[in-house]
């Protein structure tokens, strides 16, 4: 990967943190932005939403391959889709190559078939009317083979450039940087001519071959900001020429397409990699990698390739991402204005268009597509007592006592690398900690007799949990003489609420350390306000992960708890009991 990630765990996706995917959205719709990015509501998936990251693998898995030009290659041996095997080809050309690597199309496509009808299987909420078997064959095979001919043009330039600067540095030892393009074989390969000798084909391939995601790394492999506020998964970096020409794979038809959208992602990840390039934990380089020169979008349904303009003035937009990160984390719920009844342009989360419950559908097929409602219009009966509204979950809190024992950074629930603390007062204790990574860095500078003023009150595994984030403080009982101060031993961190189930979502996988983790969850709403509920591990019952769309339930004793400056309740296997009363499915659909 181009920079090693910080320390978090592989789903410690920060929803505050800035990339790619949320400023677009955030450009084009700030209430779509907060909806989807921050309070991570979903819509129905569809075929097509699967198709990106397998398409991904499977050409990366095509151009890692290394052919042997003294032995010939098997045709259709394929490394990633093992177990086909033709006859013996003699490779010895770019155009030989070429028809090697298209004997392998067979395989490949039915690998990519056989991944997308168990991500299909696996998807919690399906688009109605829709199957995997919507993805045609002969879309599979166009994308596969224009892979191939894309990275074949590429290694052309290469050889016509007769292997580009770092030839020799290649011949001398192999790849020369310090993360090295990934390779199906070890080591350096044994195709390489003496010193001064004219590049030849095979030498091209190697050079030519890009960096991309390792389809055998399950973890991320994003470029992380030194100061952690933006990251980026960039998929492809060319880097023979002496500078860097970055590609955005995207499976879909290039041609007639509005390619606005892509052409600020293609700019961001141009900014992150220029800012990545000092970051401490980036392995060197034994030659001179240079700066993004081209930035690209190719096309794999045919073949189409989108050129994006460059920032020139890097620092400018430096500070201009600054400025909308710090935007994006000081908005909460209550900028929704959920109860507009007209477009407020001059909300910070309103536009010209969308207002209420109305959402602006331009992100998924531009303005002149109809208001849709990721929270629906629907009348809900309040469950009276003991059922809250969700308006009226626990807000913020001030303590005051002894804080101590400080700790960390240690990984929380979501794998975030976190500080913590713990606070005493009249003989109950509660465990304090930031919302998330740098959410509140100064807890360590802080002991003895204090206030915590605005912590989000909570609870996790049996304890009573404040988080704190940019909107809390830390200050002396002198400096508090008119604040209301909570006893902690009072502060609610249990809530039973009521509400219909408007979106669902799941995400497992391995971490760093080999442990697998997996998590559910499901937004309610209840005409009041909106919630996050989330079972992690054995916390997701067979009823939480059958949840659907529509569905009613009532929850007592759900934790309460934070991520990214909003609430969410989440489920505690002991204590946490839920009721779901389901409804046909047919209501369900019209439900968005």
């Known amino acids: ?125 399906k688009a109605e009317g829709r199957s995997i078997s919507d993805i045609k064959r002969e879309k599979l095979n166009a994308m596969v083979k224009n892979a191939i001919k894309l990275q074949i043009n590429e290694t052309t330039a290469c050889l016509e450039a007769n292997g580009g600067p770092h030839l020799e540095a290649f011949r001398s030892s192999g790849d020369p940087f310090g993360t090295p393009a990934p390779c199906w074989e070890e080591g350096q390969g044994t195709g390489w001519r003496i010193s001064g000798e004219p590049c030849s084909w095979w030498e091209a391939w190697e050079i030519a071959r890009p960096w991309v995601k390792d389809p055998r790394i399950v973890s991320a492999q994003r470029l992380f900001h030194p100061n952690g506020w933006a990251a980026g998964e960039l998929d492809v970096a060319h880097r023979w020429r002496g500078s860097i020409h970055i590609v955005d794979i995207k499976a879909n038809r290039g041609s007639g397409r509005d390619h606005s959208g892509v052409a600020h992602q293609l700019r961001f990840y141009q900014w ?25 979008s190719w096309h794999l349904a045919d073949g189409f ?90 807000s913020r809190v001030t303590v ?46 802080h002991n003895g007799n204090v206030v915590v003023v605005n912590a989000a009150p909570g609870q996790w595994r049996g304890m009573i949990r404040l988080y704190l984030d940019t909107d809390s403080q830390i200050i002396s009982e002198d400096e508090a003489d008119d604040l209301d101060i909570d006893r902690i031993g009072l502060i609610p961190t249990r809530a039973n609420v009521s509400g219909v189930v408007i979106s669902r979502g799941s995400n497992s996988g391995t971490n760093a350390k080999g442990k697998k983790w997996s998590m559910a969850t499901a937004h309610i709403w209840d005409g009041t306000a909106l919630t996050e509920v989330v079972a992690f591990g054995r916390g997701r019952s067979e009823s939480f992960d059958n949840l659907r769309v529509g569905d009613h339930i009532k929850l007592m004793a759900a934790e309460i708890g934070w991520r990214e400056g909003t609430p969410q309740l989440r489920i505690d296997p002991r204590n946490t009991r839920m009721v779901i009363e389901s409804i046909p499915p047919e209501t369900a659909t019209d439900l968005h």
């Open 1 to 125: 990967m181009p920079v090693i990630p910080q320390p978090t765990g592989v789903h410690a996706r920060s929803r505050r943190r800035l990339s790619a995917s949320s400023l677009v959205t955030w450009e084009r719709c700030k209430r779509d932005w907060f909806l989807t990015r921050r309070l991570g509501i979903r819509v129905a998936t569809h075929p097509e939403m699967l198709l990106g990251h397998i398409v991904e693998d499977a050409v990366t898995a095509i151009w890692m391959e290394r052919p042997h030009p003294s032995d010939g290659m098997d045709e259709g041996a394929t490394t990633w889709a093992p177990g086909h095997k033709g006859k013996r080809m003699e490779i010895n050309s770019l155009d030989s190559l070429k028809d090697w690597l298209r004997t392998m199309m067979r395989p490949i496509v039915d690998r990519m078939i056989e991944q997308l009808n168990i991500a299909w299987a696996d998807c919690l909420w």
């Open 272 to 296: 992150l990699w220029n800012e990545t390039r000092e970051h401490p934990r980036k392995p060197s380089n034994r030659v001179e990698e240079g700066y993004v020169t081209e930035a690209n």
């Open 305 to 394: 390739i989108h050129k994006a303009e460059l920032i020139e003035d890097l620092a400018a937009e430096t500070t201009r991402l600054q400025i909308i990160e710090k935007k994006m984390a000081s908005t909460s719920l209550d900028d929704l204005h959920l109860g507009y009844d007209k477009p407020s342009p001059e909300g910070r989360l309103g536009c010209e268009i969308c207002h209420g419950l109305q959402t602006c559908d331009y992100p998924r097929g531009g303005q002149e597509q109809p208001l849709h409602s990721l929270i629906p219009d629907i009348e809900i009966e309040p469950a009276g007592s003991p059922y809250n509204a969700i308006s009226d979950l626990p």
């Open 400 to 445: 005051k006592g002894a804080l101590h024992g400080h700790w960390g950074p240690m990984p929380n629930h979501y794998g975030d690398h976190v500080i913590g603390a713990a606070i005493t007062a009249g003989g109950k204790t509660a465990v304090i900690e930031e919302m998330g990574v740098n959410q509140f860095p100064q807890l360590k500078q």
